[in-house]
């Protein structure tokens, strides 16, 4: 049986789904995608020509939500492909349409989970591992990250992550990665040597950044607008904005218009702001996605994402 794996390409949850993935089907093909129409047309491509093939396959989705504005392209990919005996499992924590769920769940097996109280690491032990002591740590280990809790110690690997995703080889570096982890291996000199070089360019990005940092209050939140840097590892350092701010939310912006949101508190849901952005989406916790005006006017950003709290928090006070 060919076994191909997708998994999202940024964080910790990503490369573990992966690594558990791997640690059941040691053969598999791994993919690290991001939430681009790009990626997921990777995912339809793959499906596609893997019908000539006479071995069976089988395809395994995971951490990624599903882009709804494919929903027809993908029910065809997987209508054809099921014909030719193929398997799919998609296995997610973001939320879900009830209609995507109703079109696609007779061709894909799906392994949801929108409780928000697991990660998608936990999802696929359980349907892939169940029992497995290393994979359950690895789960473990992935929600931690997630779900910012802190209870257990992790090796700087979402920093690693972070910093990998800055190279040209960045699929071979995180697929190395990810067979390490499968491996058992959560640390080693190659890593250490990397983390020293990544240093230097994050704190040099850091200090840049924090020199620009702008708040304002919106409704009853203080919001903070920062830079975002391809070396800085977001959630981490949105702790420390919050140490230096005491800002309610942060909001990280790229050239790009990509945003990225964390929260101090409870006081708003990350993903409520991201559903309003363009392909934005995410959980309670941290959520994204692109906006719709000028990137490179930080004004424009502002006021765009004043314009969707004041909506947010006026549908809930009147
Ligand atoms: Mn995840």
Redesign the pocket.
Same mark, same amino acid.
């Given at each position: 049986m060919r076994v191909t794996l997708f998994s999202?390409e940024s *964080?910790v *949850?990503?490369i573990f @789904?992966s690594s558990i993935g791997l640690i059941r089907y040691p053969q598999a093909r791994t993919f690290f995608l991001d939430y681009r129409k790009e990626s997921f047309m990777k995912i339809i491509n793959q499906i596609f020509f893997s019908n000539e093939s006479q071995e069976k396959n089988l395809f395994i989705v995971s951490?990624l939500g599903f882009n709804d504005s494919l929903l027809s392209i993908f029910k065809s990919t997987f209508q054809n492909s099921k014909n030719a005996n193929n398997e799919f499992i998609w296995v *997610? $924590? $973001?939320p879900w349409s009830k209609n995507t769920i109703d079109e696609v769940s007779s061709f894909v097996e799906l392994i949801l989970d929108n409780s928000g109280s697991k990660? %998608? @690491?936990e999802l696929m032990y359980e349907r892939l591992l169940s029992g497995n002591a290393y994979a359950y740590h690895l789960a473990n280990l %992935?929600h931690t990250t *997630?779900f910012f809790t802190k209870n257990q110690y992790l090796s700087p690997l979402p920093e690693i992550i972070r910093y990998y995703l800055n190279f040209n080889d960045s699929y071979e570096r995180l697929s190395k990665l990810a067979h390490k982890i499968a491996n058992g291996i959560l640390w080693d000199i190659d890593m250490s040597e990397d983390y020293t070089r990544y240093e230097t360019l994050r704190d040099t990005d850091k200090k840049r950044v924090l020199n620009d940092l702008k708040i304002k209050k919106i409704n009853d939140l203080n919001v903070v607008f920062v830079k975002s840097s391809p070396y800085i590892q977001t959630s981490i350092f949105s702790e420390e904005v919050f140490s230096l701010t005491n800002a309610d939310v942060a909001i990280f912006y790229g050239k790009n218009g990509k945003i990225s949101i964390r929260r101090n508190n409870d006081k708003i849901d990350c993903n409520a702001i991201a559903l309003n952005l363009i392909d934005g989406g995410g $959980?309670k916790f941290a959520a994204g996605g692109t906006i719709h005006s000028d990137p490179n006017q930080l004004d424009n950003i502002i006021s765009e994402i004043e314009g969707i709290i004041h909506k947010l928090k006026g549908s809930i006070n009147n």
């Open positions: 999202h *964080d *949850d990503g @789904s951490d *997610d $924590h $973001h990660c %998608a @690491s %992935a *997630d $959980h």
